[in-house]
């Protein structure tokens, strides 16, 4: 599909995860049927047993198969395998409104970002939006800001717009839904240009059953966010855990030098040994997380090459884009 935005002609690609929504993809497509009729969809099925596959093929759209379960697998084939200018990433539930998508396109192109992020606005009922999902969400989320200075609000949510230099330099590593938080963290690392907007979020329609798992996939995200933070901040990992270390070497080694101080002895030397240990381990934590922090500097100037490696569109004199 090419979309104008003044001087802007840019190919957009449609790509939808889906696993077992056969009750809900075909609304999907219908809706982007309306909102952009001429787009070309892709429908990403992951092993379906309850026909998506046939239901999206009957609606027009063209369904690649994925083996690999798991939708940061999915992800990965979409972005390897799809060649455009601007991509639409929406889950294939039916919960997103794709109605103003083509004004977040050309909020996309019109500011030169490499993503935007629909942030989920609710009815504010439980069948729409589970409370634990909620939460966990907003507590993600923080944690994310927090640790990679961020300024998201919905860093879970499902719906996306990216530019071909976002996909294109995206290392995806993640197998199922901590790939949005690869996705965001990627963003922020990058420090790439990015926007989110408000985007009504709706209950499954009858018959869809939601493949979300509160705790299980909350604990998996959890431990994606630890890794991001141990490979993308190194220096403030180990660094955290020297000091950790270090405190608790001067608390053991306190008593024993106020008893050096008094009596000339050190009567309780395997204590000694220990904060020796805890010190010598504490020195140990700054090296490594220095020496990983060189390492990662070099793969995200690595990263941010493969980035600029990537055409993208061009400033004219009058500072418009071309293509």
């Not at 500097?297 to 004219?316: C, D, M, S």
Request: overall charge neutral.
């Amino acid at each position: 599909m090419n979309i104008q935005n003044n001087s802007v002609q840019a190919t957009v690609a449609v790509v939808l995860p889906c696993f077992n929504e056969a009750a809900a993809i075909g609304a999907v497509l219908e809706e982007f049927a309306q909102a952009l009729p001429e787009a070309r969809v892709y429908v990403f099925d992951n092993n379906s047993t309850d026909g998506t596959a046939a239901v999206a093929r009957a609606a027009g759209a063209c369904v690649v198969h994925v083996a690999r379960k798991g939708k940061g697998n999915v992800v990965r084939r979409m972005f390897a395998d799809i060649e455009a200018d601007v991509y639409v990433m929406v889950d294939g539930d039916a919960t997103y409104d794709v109605s103003n998508i083509r004004q977040h396109i050309n909020l996309l192109l019109a500011q030169r970002l490499d993503m935007v992020v629909g942030c989920r606005q609710d009815d504010g009922h439980d069948a729409t939006y589970r409370r634990g999902h909620r939460w966990g969400n907003a507590a993600l989320t923080g944690f994310v800001s927090w640790l990679f200075t961020g300024r998201f609000n919905d860093m879970l949510s499902g719906y996306r717009v990216f530019s071909r230099r976002y996909v294109k330099s995206f290392p995806a590593m993640a197998r199922e839904f901590e790939i949005e938080t690869e996705l965001t963290v990627h963003a922020l690392e990058l420090r790439m240009p990015t926007a989110e907007v408000d985007i009504h979020y709706r209950a499954r329609p009858e018959g869809s059953v939601s493949k979300l798992s509160t705790y299980r996939d909350g604990w998996r995200i959890l431990k994606t966010i630890s890794k991001l933070f141990i490979s993308e901040r190194p220096l403030a990992f180990f660094s955290i855990i020297s000091l950790l270390l270090a405190l608790c070497s001067v608390a053991f080694s306190i008593p024993l030098l106020l008893t050096f101080i008094e009596t000339g002895l050190v009567p309780r030397f395997p204590t000694a040994i220990l904060s020796l240990g805890l010190m010598l381990s504490a020195m140990l934590s700054l090296v490594c997380g220095t020496v990983l922090h060189t390492v990662t500097i070099g793969r995200q100037e690595a990263k941010h090459l493969a980035y600029l490696a990537t055409p993208a569109f061009e400033l004219g004199k009058d500072g418009s884009n071309v293509p």
